[in-house]
């Protein structure tokens, strides 16, 4: 096939769209912590930018999408991106392989600054920068294979799971590797008797609607054209956030009043839960998705909260882990090839199976990032320390493991 | 004698507070944002899920050096303007000063205290 030149305009646009969302994630973390760390908390989102984009090139992108070894991981036929230029691309033949390399590459970079909210606070910062390499060259570029390369065991070539955008990739590997370091590294200082409430919400707010508009280059673009599917998802996209933000509204409403940093956190959440789902089902269909992503995220966030359970920081095992596993299953339930023809029926549609795709990948996805996660964190633990001294805590981690202050 | 009053009040009601005592002649004040609770012992706040509690709540501090035979008035008027009769209206602590010293001048005592037409002048 031929390069189509406004497929390739909108998937450009899309990675710029993308890339965008992880400086929006640092700003939504960051309005959340405590004042003290607030620079802190950006730059973990931000180095992320810096040192996925490198691995993606040298290694990562190879990792993922190389030629299939068994099924696990991808061959190392891409290293440096060797082979991979203007040309049509086999997974995407109306785009040059380089530009579908370079629109993964901002999948890749967002999904491990995602956990950053497990661990804010406390992490040791060079730590933090030997586990995101690892974490992403050991979970998140193999699980990028099962899913979407070729000949991986859970994709089209495997099991039949769909995962449109990355509810598996994405959302499922950050959430539950987020529970498996926060249960690692342990609470926060005065976690359970102290309150740490937010520093700037407007900053969280902005965070969220970059993140909402980004959004739409993540799940749009997945489309990997300028077509009715991509239309589609973009329309799915805001509906289930849209569904989520008003149902998440009245859960706060009904516990006291309509919190703006919950409203945000629903329209996030809604994001997440239609991400897997996104060119599989219908508007309607997303709307039904958002609706119920909201409650169970939203209870999920106050009983572990509630019960001091673990200190989760910034609830990233609820919204995304919960969301993605959701949006993951109910994928399974509305997809219908109506829709997308090149897709599945899902068990609304009369094919229950496709539910017990969703569920078997899910549930091996979430087994391994888990697992992995924890062995990593408690290796790194070992070795050089996951997190940064009492004194250094409570001092903040914007003096102590940068030497600034945010503001003076 | 001089007296300094210290008159920890609602936020909002500064501006009130301000004018009220502008009202009387009070020239001299300053003004800090600080935070704490008296009985009110501090409120609920909307989390992402639920509510969680804040203890310390930001309050307005105002200081005002003025001799003896105002500070009644003075009381009078913060009290007057500061008020919503619900809890967390604030307090007024009443300290001696033992002596003010104007910078630019040297001068000292009630001179250093007093500005032309004020309330101490009058």
Same mark, same amino acid.
């Given at each position: ?91 995407? +033949? =109306? ?91 342990? +609470? ?19 965070? *969220? ?13 997945? *489309? ?33 009043? +309509? ?18 789902? *996104? ?51 109910? =994928? ?19 094919? +229950? ?38 004194? *250094? ?16 | ?122």
């Amino acid at each position: 096939m031929q390069i189509d030149s406004g497929d390739t305009t909108w998937i450009l646009v899309s990675s710029a769209l993308v890339l965008m969302m992880t400086p929006a994630l640092g700003f939504f973390y960051g309005g959340m912590v405590r004042k003290k760390n607030i620079l802190s908390t950006l730059n973990l989102s931000f180095i992320i930018i810096c040192l996925i984009s490198v691995q993606w090139v040298l290694f990562g992108y190879s990792l993922s999408f190389g030629s299939d070894v068994g099924g696990l991981i991808g061959g190392l036929d891409f290293l440096g991106f060797s082979g991979v230029g203007p040309e049509p691309a086999k997974i995407a +033949p =109306t785009i040059p392989h380089m530009l579908f390399a370079a629109f993964q590459m901002m999948f890749a970079i967002i999904t491990p600054a995602l956990i950053t909210g497990a661990f804010v606070e406390r992490i040791r910062f060079k730590t933090f920068l030997v586990f995101s390499l690892l974490w992403a060259t050991l979970i998140y570029d193999p699980v990028c294979h099962w899913v979407w390369g070729p000949g991986g065991i859970l994709g089209a070539d495997g099991l039949g799971a769909l995962d449109f955008a990355g509810g598996t990739v994405v959302h499922i590997t950050a959430g539950f590797s987020a529970l498996a370091f926060a249960l690692a590294i342990g +609470p926060r200082k005065g976690f359970g008797n102290a309150t740490f409430g937010p520093n700037n919400i407007p900053f969280t707010v902005l965070g *969220a609607g970059l993140l909402w508009m980004g959004w739409f280059g993540f799940n749009g673009g997945s *489309a990997l054209a300028a077509d009715g599917l991509a239309v589609n998802a973009l329309v799915t996209t805001n509906t289930a956030a849209a569904a989520a933000g008003c149902v998440w509204m009245i859960l706060s409403w009904l516990d006291n009043k +309509p919190s703006v940093l919950g409203i945000v956190t629903g329209a996030v959440v809604g994001l997440v839960a239609v991400t897997p789902g *996104a060119g599989f089902v219908s508007p309607l269909g997303a709307l039904v998705i958002g609706a119920l992503a909201a409650p169970i995220s939203y209870y999920a966030i106050k009983y572990i909260k509630g019960r001091n359970l673990v200190d989760e920081s910034l609830d990233v095992f609820a919204c995304h882990g919960l969301g993605g596993l959701w949006g993951a299953l109910a =994928t399974g339930l509305f997809a219908t090839t109506a829709v997308n023809a090149g897709g599945v029926d899902g068990l609304f549609y009369g094919n +229950p199976s496709q539910f017990f795709n969703q569920l078997g990948a899910s549930f091996l996805v979430i087994v391994f990032s888990f697992g992995v996660t924890f062995v990593v964190a408690k290796v790194l633990d070992a070795v050089m320390g996951i997190r940064v001294s009492k004194n *250094a805590e409570e001092a903040g981690l914007d003096i102590s493991e940068h030497a600034e202050r945010a503001y003076s | 004698m001089t007296k300094k009053i210290e008159a920890i009040i609602r936020e909002e009601k500064l501006d009130d507070v301000k004018a009220a005592l502008q009202e009387i002649g009070i020239v001299g004040m300053n003004v800090s944002e600080i935070r704490g609770h008296g009985r009110q012992g501090g409120i609920s706040l909307a989390g992402r899920s639920g509510t969680y509690k804040v203890d310390l709540l930001p309050k307005i501090q105002i200081n005002i050096v003025l001799s003896d035979h105002n500070v009644e008035k003075t009381i009078k008027t913060i009290r007057e303007s500061a008020l919503t009769g619900e809890q967390g209206d604030g307090v007024i602590f009443i300290y001696p000063v033992d002596e003010v010293i104007r910078v630019r001048t040297g001068e000292r005592g009630k001179k250093a205290l007093m500005y032309e037409g004020d309330i101490d002048s009058r």
